[in-house]
Each structure stands twice: as structure tokens, then as C-alpha cells.
């Protein structure tokens, strides 16, 4: 099978428009051992005779592919519990890699997390309890399991766990359950934070959340004992904020400058460094994307990296939403086009213009707000190809045009223009046996139903 004709199969196994018939007898493909394209095995909204196609499946990787598909239901998944493969198994334990945060997985039934914490392997329960698609009902009941490491996955649910639950896990027999829940409860509980501080294992946790002594904030500090971590400890008597906001070591001050208590006035007092891209990973604002109060205190904030945390919620009002689109901070910008609906286009434009590439190219193809009018005036000429193919996204582009840029200089402006339905028919079919436009060709929903069989055939699939 040469290269082309495997891409042009890639393309086909994604395009939306294969027959079902076709999309059956790709989905039986063994691939030369390899199984099918994973475009067809992780195609969303798949009928249950393709599923039952993927579940038989002699390739373990097939059944691996499908078990961490984002676009199947749980119940589908769920089918595999007791495949045969260690490798499906584990897949479907740890569920699907989701890169976009826009993206909700749905978690397998209690019941099906529940036998994959019994499977005799190792790989599949630790899989498992590293997920994070699990359901909270699953995550609690992991409390009272015989198994130490799901007992220490359970102390993540800590907030909502029975206080019973909380008791026997802080006098658990597993010593590192036990620290793993006292870590959780010692935000409230000064002796656990004390005992907590002789450990060094623990000791630059204990000081980031739990409730502190004054004898131990005072001694920390003047031993000046992991004073980044202590300076973000919300009981951290004023005195001693004070005196870490003057601190020489810049890390501490930063961290300073990020206290929710502090008003805006004495934030932007500090003298605070802030990279030009850092990432404004803040954990009081990150708890709380979907409280309007905290967020508007955060997208109001003069300090960047509070708005840069604000820009990562997808629930900003409308007037938070383009107070930070005027900040034309690329960070705040890329946060806001990655999570919000509603970014506007000013915004995804500056985010492409940044950007380029393939993050440029997924903003264009997944953001609902992405412009398509008027692109083809606009940007047909461009002198840069990353802006010609936006001539093809909009409605008014003629076959014309997508055929001209389906010989363009820039490999993803001909891409572009093979996927899309107006491309003329001859230059389709001609496209499907150029090399780098072949996968772009066979997605095309504009493809006919005998050229996809063709494909099909070229590439070795039996009928």
C-alpha cells in the first residue's frame, strides 16, 4: 500500500459522508495487523452494528482505539471490561486523552470502574485511579475500598466525603493514606498541620494550605523555610504577609501579590515581576470559574495573571468577556479563545495572527465564533498562506477559487482547498493521488461514493 493511498484512506475513514456500508467494511479492516484508521474507529455517534464490528475486532488495537474514543458512550466503552487485552483494558480505564477543554467526557457506570478496580493486572487498576473521567459517586465510594492506592484516590473528594469516611481515612492503617488525608484536612486542623511540618515529604504542603500556628509561621519565616508555599497559606497571620510582600526572593512576592484577601490597592503595591507568558494558574480563581463574584474580582483585577486565570473560564458575562478581550494580552487572548463560546472575532483574529500553525488551524476549524464572511476578499492575495486559507472558510468562495488554491504554494491552503466540497470534481479525484493532499481529498463529503470504495480498494480492504 503506498503512502498516499494510506493517507487518502485516513481521510476517508474521518469523512462524514461515508455510506455505511463502506464505514462496515473499513471498520472489519486488520490493517496489516494494524487494525483500521483511528478516524474510523473514533468516529462520534457510531450505529451498533459498526460498534459490534469494533468489539469483535481481532486487532487488539482496534479495540484499544475504541476503548478511549471521546466520541463513543460510556455503555459502548463499557463493553470491553472484560476484553481479553491488557492494553484495552488499560485504555478503557484511564478513558480518552481529551485536548481540547471544550470537550466533556462522560465516565464509564460505577459497576464497569468498579470491575476494572478487580482486574487481576496492576496497569489496568492504576490506570483507573489515575483517570479523570471518573463519576464523584465512584470517587467516593473508593473510601472504604481494601486497596490503599484507591482509598488515597478517594481523599481527592475529601470536601465530599461522609465525615465517617474522613475519620477512618485520617486513622487509616496505610501511612501514606493517612498523610494523603491529613494533607486535605490540616486547612483546618493546626496540630495535623504541625505534625504535618515535621515531615519534610509534606512539609511545603502543609504550609501552602494548612491552618498554621503562629509559633510556625513565625519560625518558617525567619528560617525562611519554602516561603513561596508559605506565602501562599491563607492563614498566614497579616503581619507576616506583610513582611513576605518585601521579601527579596521575587518568586515570594509574586506570590504574595496573589492573595485573595488583598484589595487591589495594596496588591498592585508589591513590586512584582510577571513573565510576559506566564500561565496565571491561580488556585483560588481556578476553584472558582463558575462563581460570578470571584470572577468578576479577577477579570477587574489590574494584575495580569489574575485576569490571565479569569480568561480560562468558559462562563464570563458579557461584560467581563470584552472587558478582557480589550486587554489584548496574547495570554488572556489565547485563554479566551481556547474555553469561551462567545470570544469575539477581534479576538480569535489576534489568536490566529499569534499563533500560526496547527493551534491557528484548530481555532479557525473548531471556534463557533471563527469569522467566514467576507475571507475570500480578504485574504485570497494574502502574501502569507496560513491567511489564505481562510479564503476557502468562507460561503462565498467559488469553485474557482478553491480550485486556485488547491495548487497554492502553501501546503495547508491546498489541504484546506481539498476538503472542501466546492473543489471540482475532476481536481478531486486528481487530489486523491497527490501525497499531501490525499488525506484532505478523502475527508471531502463532496467525495463520491465510488471513488471512497476506490480508495478502499487501492488500499487493500476487502469487499
Not at 134 to 160: G, K, N, Q, Y
Request: hydrophobic residues 45%; aromatic residues 4%; glycine residues 4%.
Amino acid at each position: 500500500m503506498g503512502a498516499f493511498h494510506a493517507s487518502a484512506l485516513d481521510g476517508v475513514a474521518g469523512n462524514q459522508a461515508l455510506p455505511a456500508e463502506l464505514l462496515l467494511r473499513l471498520l472489519a479492516f486488520d490493517g496489516g495487523g494494524y487494525g483500521p484508521p483511528r478516524l474510523a474507529l473514533q468516529r462520534a455517534g457510531l450505529p451498533e452494528p459498526a460498534v459490534a464490528v469494533i468489539l469483535a475486532h481481532p486487532v487488539p488495537g482496534a479495540r484499544m482505539e475504541f476503548a478511549r474514543s471521546a466520541g463513543a458512550e460510556p455503555a459502548q466503552r463499557a463493553r470491553l471490561v472484560d476484553d481479553p487485552s491488557l492494553r484495552v483494558r488499560t485504555a478503557l480505564a484511564y478513558g480518552p486523552e481529551v485536548y481540547d477543554p471544550r470537550t466533556k467526557v462522560a465516565p464509564l457506570p460505577d459497576a464497569v470502574c468498579a470491575r476494572l478496580l478487580d482486574d487481576p493486572d496492576p496497569s489496568v487498576r492504576a490506570a483507573l485511579l489515575d483517570s479523570p473521567h471518573l463519576a464523584p459517586s465512584f470517587v467516593v465510594s473508593l473510601a472504604t475500598h481494601h486497596d490503599p492506592a484507591a482509598r488515597r484516590r478517594a481523599v481527592r473528594a475529601w470536601e465530599v466525603l461522609p465525615p465517617g469516611d474522613r475519620s477512618a481515612l485520617l486513622a487509616d492503617p496505610d501511612p501514606e493514606v493517612r498523610r494523603t488525608a491529613a494533607l486535605w484536612e490540616c486547612r483546618r486542623d493546626a496540630r495535623l498541620t504541625a505534625d504535618l511540618l515535621r515531615d519534610p515529604r509534606s512539609a511545603a504542603e502543609a504550609l501552602r494550605r494548612g491552618l498554621l500556628d503562629r509559633a510556625d509561621a513565625e519560625r518558617c519565616v525567619a528560617e525562611r523555610t519554602h516561603l513561596e508555599a508559605l506565602a501562599e497559606n491563607p492563614s498566614l497571620p497579616a503581619d507576616l504577609v506583610e513582611r513576605l510582600a518585601v521579601d527579596p526572593d521575587v518568586a515570594v512576592r509574586l506570590t504574595v501579590s496573589l492573595r485573595p484577601e488583598l484589595d487591589e490597592t495594596r496588591r498592585m503595591a508589591i513590586d512584582f515581576p510577571v513573565e510576559d507568558f506566564s500561565r496565571g494558574d491561580v488556585e483560588w480563581v481556578r476553584g472558582g470559574l463558575a462563581d460570578p463574584q470571584l470572577l468578576r474580582r479577577a477579570a477587574t483585577s489590574a494584575h495580569p495573571l489574575l485576569r490571565r486565570a479569569a480568561a480560562q473560564s468558559p462562563h464570563l458575562p458579557p461584560d467581563l468577556l470584552h472587558r478582557l478581550s480589550r486587554t489584548k494580552d496574547p495570554v488572556v487572548d489565547e485563554f479566551l479563545g481556547r474555553c469561551h463560546p462567545d470570544t469575539p472575532e477581534e479576538v480569535l483574529m489576534r489568536v490566529f495572527a499569534r499563533f500560526g500553525g496547527t493551534f491557528s488551524a484548530w481555532i479557525a476549524e473548531t471556534h463557533p465564533r471563527f469569522p467566514r464572511e467576507g475571507l475570500a476578499a480578504r485574504y485570497a492575495d494574502h502574501p502569507d498562506g496560513n491567511y489564505r486559507r481562510l479564503a476557502v472558510r468562507d460561503p462565498a468562495a467559488t469553485p474557482v477559487l478553491i480550485e486556485r488554491l488547491s495548487h497554492d504554494p502553501a501546503v495547508w491552503t491546498r489541504q484546506a482547498a481539498a476538503r472542501d466540497p466546492r473543489l471540482p470534481l475532476a481536481r478531486l479525484r486528481e487530489a486523491l493521488h497527490i501525497p499531501e493532499l490525499a488525506s484532505s481529498a478523502g475527508a471531502n463529503p463532496a467525495l463520491p461514493e465510488d471513488e471512497m470504495a476506490a480508495v478502499l480498494d487501492r488500499a487493500g480492504v476487502p469487499a
